[in-house]
């Protein structure tokens, strides 16, 4: 069976938010983050890092 990723990280997302409840600026934080990561100087060295070789 394959599932997109997104679709993957969003149902643990939401049965890590359901489950722990967070503060909501952290998962904010955490979201705003990634997105500013993935855009940024630093992907390529991201992208090697959890890429396998």
């Not at 600026?25 to 992208?47: Q, T």
């Amino acid at each position: 069976m394959n599932v997109p990723l997104w679709l993957a990280l969003a149902a643990v997302g939401a049965l890590a938010v359901k489950h722990y409840r967070p503060p909501w600026w952290l998962v904010a934080l955490l979201l705003l983050g990634g997105y500013l990561l993935a855009d940024s100087l630093f992907a390529p060295f991201i992208d090697d890092a959890i890429t396998d070789r």
